[in-house]
């Protein structure tokens, strides 16, 4: 505790306020908790959220077993589709994906006057995202079989989206905790350019003219394959929001405004 409130200060982060978890184990939060239902709430998370990305996507929260957003890091993640033009099974492997600290959080809208719903759109903005790690493939892109194993990174840039979660309450303990349920995004790319070895096994040439072609058609293979890669972006961004959500007790988190506005 006393370790993250100097590394905090450190950081230049004056955390005056904190949470307590399961176990008496405080957890040091924002500035100030941003009161549910108050006008200034969107503002706020806003500002909190700015300020939380930017400042400790490197360091993570202990605390919370989160771990750093920048990098994150995700040990495996397998998908399947069955699209236009790509179609088969990829697993990826350590996957080490860079940039978020430089998020840019562009606006906020909420719906938290319901007590059994929870919701909340957060527009953000990063200048480029880096993606790299290990994969396997075997199906095809286009024409082209692949079933191909070798490394890969994906540099996106001027990447634009919104996160969109829904939750519901939960009590565990005798404390209300509001679950988010679903977290859907579908990003917007500028521009994205990928390397991969080894595309078609053991044909390097072959692998060479797949990746020019996944290079020149990204738009259409990007769009073909956001309904899948929604899922997975669901999947581990609902886990990691779900450490903070699960754990600290909503009115703990977003406390109720002590004159609720009138709506
Ligand atoms: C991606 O991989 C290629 C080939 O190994 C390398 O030349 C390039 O620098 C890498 N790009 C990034 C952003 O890591």
């Known amino acids: 505790m006393k370790r993250v409130l100097a590394l ?3 950081l230049g982060i ?8 399961k176990g008496g184990i405080e957890v040091p939060t924002y500035l100030e908790p941003c009161q ?10 806003r500002n909190a959220l700015q300020l939380l990305m930017g400042k400790l996507s490197k360091t993570g929260i202990p605390e919370l077993e989160l771990e750093t957003l920048d990098p994150l890091k ?3 993640l397998i998908m399947t589709y069955d699209g236009g033009d790509i179609a088969g099974k990829v697993t990826l492997l350590d996957t080490y994906t860079r940039g978020f600290s430089a998020v840019k959080i562009i606006d906020v809208r909420s719906k938290t006057d319901d007590p059994n719903f929870f919701g909340m759109e957060i527009d953000f903005y990063v200048p480029r995202v880096v993606t790299n790690g ?6 095809r892109i286009a024409k082209f079989p692949i079933n191909g194993k070798g490394i890969y990174n994906i540099t996106a840039t001027e990447v634009t989206g919104t996160w969109n979660l829904i939750g519901s309450p939960v009590t565990k303990d005798g404390e209300k905790f509001m679950r988010i349920d679903r977290l859907s995004v579908r990003p917007e790319v500028g521009n994205l350019k990928v390397h991969a070895s080894n595309l078609i096994n053991d044909n390097p040439e072959l692998s060479q003219v797949a990746l020019a072609f996944v290079n020149r058609f990204w738009k259409v293979l990007y769009q073909e394959m956001l309904p899948y890669a929604e899922e997975s972006f669901d999947k581990i961004l609902r886990q990691l929001v779900n450490k903070v959500f699960l754990k600290i007790p909503y009115d703990q988190l977003f406390p109720p405004a002590q004159t609720p506005s009138v709506v």
Do not use: Q, W
């Open 8 to 10: 905090l200060t450190i």
């Open 14 to 21: 004056n955390f005056v306020h904190s949470a307590t978890i």
């Open 74 to 76: 995700i040990a495996e």
């Open 36 to 45: 549910r239902n108050s006008p200034e709430f969107n503002k706020c998370i």
């Open 134 to 139: 290990i994969y396997k493939m075997d199906g």
